[in-house]
């Protein structure tokens, strides 16, 4: 169906569940995908593994299927840095700041102005609004252009630019490009791009 250049697409989140993890691991193989949104292995055991705890509850973080116009798109998660002690150590931001990490999975969704929809829309449903965050941080590598200019649409401003390690994962060990957004400045602005 063609959709003219105005088309606001309709936005939702639902909770990833574990019936996701074969889209999940499709999306993160698409190689559109997998140079920005590291991932250790996408078998399913290590992506049940990985997102488990999140699927069941067990963890403040919150994970979601991106829905645009109904159809699942991507994915989106925040979670609450300080929950993190050696990422938040490494981050040094605000105390309580919420991170978002995000991709869009489908071919069909990129490249079309979504992804700075998609992040208005769950800054204001989910992390400014059911959360109650006073500051978001946005940190993806810094030669992710493309998502960077997206972040920058929606108000978030560079901070700094750290290299993470990461114990655990080798996936997550590297340079982020940190982006901060207050909710006071995100709530001031005039949101037409």
């Known amino acids: 169906m063609a959709r003219s250049s105005n088309h606001m697409p309709e936005v939702q989140f639902r909770r990833l569940e574990e ?24 078998e ?25 116009d109904g159809g699942d798109a991507g994915y989106i998660q925040c979670y609450v840095i300080d929950d993190h002690a050696d990422y ?13 990490d995000l991709f869009i999975g489908e071919r069909w969704a990129r490249n079309r102005g979504y992804g700075a929809v998609v992040i208005r829309a769950f800054l204001e449903q989910i992390v400014f609004g059911k959360l109650q965050a006073e500051v978001a941080i946005i940190a993806p590598d810094p030669g992710n252009a493309r998502a960077i200019r ?3 649409k929606i108000g978030f401003t560079w901070r700094k630019t750290v290299h993470i390690v990461d114990e655990e994962s080798a996936a997550n060990t590297g340079a982020e490009y940190v ?12 949101h037409v791009s």
Do not use: N
């Not at 019936?19 to 996408?42: F, I």
């Not at 938040?88 to 978002?100: F, K, L, S």
């Open 150 to 152: 997206a972040y920058e």
């Open 44 to 68: 399913h055991a290590a992506l049940r593994a990985e997102y488990g705890d999140k699927i069941r509850g067990e963890r403040r973080d919150r994970s979601f299927i991106i829905q645009i």
């Open 19 to 42: 019936g996701d993890l074969p889209l999940m691991k499709r999306w993160l193989e698409d190689p559109d995908v997998a140079p920005w949104y590291g991932s250790d292995s996408t």
């Open 88 to 100: 938040a150590r490494q981050m040094r931001v605000d105390q309580g700041a919420v991170g978002i």
């Open 179 to 190: 982006m901060r957004l207050t909710c006071e400045d995100f709530r001031s602005r005039d």
